[in-house]
Structures are given as C-alpha cells and as structure tokens.
C-alpha cells in the first residue's frame, strides 16, 4: 500500500480503515456485486413462485425451505470452518451457488420449471449459505487487521442494506426485460466477482488444530457462548 495518496483519499481511508487492506477492497467490491444478485434472485424466486402456484403458503415455504438449513446446519459448519481453507470453503460455496443459479436460470428459459423443482434448488442454495456465511465473517480476520475489524463490519452491514435497496430495484427491471430465468442467470453470473476476488488476494492463511470430536466442539461452542454475557 505504498505511495502518496490524495488529500480526499487520505481522510476516506482514515474514515473507513478497512479499505487499507487491499484484500479487504476485492471483497467488498465483490461482495456488493454478489449481494445485489442474491437479492435480485429472491425476489424473482418469489416472484415466479407466486406466479405458478397462485399460493401465498407456497411463497413462504420455499423462503422456510432457504432459510432452515442455515438455521440448523451453521453449527455443524463452524466445526468445518476450523479444520480447513476458509478461502477454499468460500471457493466451493460461491461456486455451488453460482451453478444452481445458473441451472434454475436455465430451467426456467427452456419452460419446464414447476414449483417442487424451486423449492429444491432454494434448499440446496441454503444449505450452500449455510457454510457460506459463518465462512465469510470468519474471514475478515485474514484480510483486516484486528483493530480494523469494526471497520470492517461495519462497512459490511452498509453494503448489505445497500444491496437490499439496489438488488429488489434490479429485479423489477430484469424481469421486465430479461425475464425471470434472466434475472437468475445474472446472479449466477454475478458470483464471478467473489470467486475472481478470492483468487486474486495475497493471503498467509493458518489452519488451526480443532477438536477431532465435532459433537463436542458444538458442546463447548453453545456452553462459551451461554456464559459468555455480551455473546449470550
């Protein structure tokens, strides 16, 4: 990070010191452009789910179906996180995203999408998020230093309500040019920017030893974090 920098430039910085690491820009430029295409795909999902089925239930049971494996699955993720690559798990799970992306997107383009086979693919990208997220918080202890953390998550949290706004928007207008099966293409397609950030990154990642026994590393897990009283 050599170099003299603008004045502005200077004053960002040392408003948002996260953006001083150069890992740290590559994903959370990546990380918007990802964001916003999940969003763009929910909404569409519900959108076609309504538009099938005619259903309010339908639409909340496949939102349940997305949700419930990060719901119970992210404990048994977090034993995974500590015994391997946090950027090689983020390699797997953003790719697995993008290709069932892309597959539903398809799908729906050749017509022959019913709503059973929405709710599959909506499982299945929940249980892809349900090793993703625990992976990606974890890894801003590899691209910022600690007493930039805040910093970080807080930069973060603002991206993610930005997606939130600017995702939904984008899904009004690729629905109505592209299509729904469009609309999922392009967030397959926006997973390239993760993947392309995670390899271009200059990382000294350390695998630590862990429990070889998972259930106990839950158990020990859920007890820290009872007894812990900020956390509980």
Same mark, same amino acid.
């Given at each position: ?22 890992n ?18 929910? =909404? ?80 299945l990208?929940?249980?892809?998020n ?35 706004i600017i ?27 993760v ?14 030893s ?19 009283? =900020?956390?509980?």
């Amino acid at each position: 990070e050599s170099g003299e920098r603008p004045g502005w430039t200077r004053h960002f910085m040392g408003a948002f010191p996260a953006l001083k690491h150069r890992n740290y820009r590559l994903y959370a430029m990546s990380n918007v452009v990802s964001q916003v295409g999940t969003w763009l795909q929910n =909404v569409a999902q519900g959108y076609m789910v309504y538009g099938i089925t005619r259903s309010a239930f339908w639409v909340g049971f496949v939102s349940a179906l997305y949700f419930i494996p990060i719901l119970f699955f992210s404990l048994f993720a977090g034993v995974l996180i500590d015994k391997y690559s946090k950027r090689r798990i983020l390699y797997i799970t953003q790719s697995s995203q993008a290709i069932l992306a892309l597959l539903l997107g398809v799908l729906v383009l050749m017509g022959s999408v019913q709503a059973v086979h929405i709710a599959v693919f909506a499982f299945l990208l929940g249980c892809a998020n349900a090793l993703d997220m625990p992976a990606r918080q974890t890894f801003m202890l590899l691209i910022v230093r600690r007493e930039d953390l805040s910093s970080a998550i807080s930069l973060n949290s603002g991206s993610f309500n930005a997606a939130r706004i600017i995702g939904p928007s984008m899904a009004g207008i690729a629905i109505a040019q592209l299509g729904i099966g469009g609309a999922f293409v392009i967030n397959g397609l926006s997973f390239i920017a993760v993947l392309f950030a995670l390899y271009s990154m200059r990382l000294n990642e350390v695998i630590h030893s862990t429990h070889p026994n998972p259930w106990r590393a839950i158990k020990e897990g859920l007890s820290a974090s009872f007894h812990h009283p =900020v956390i509980r």
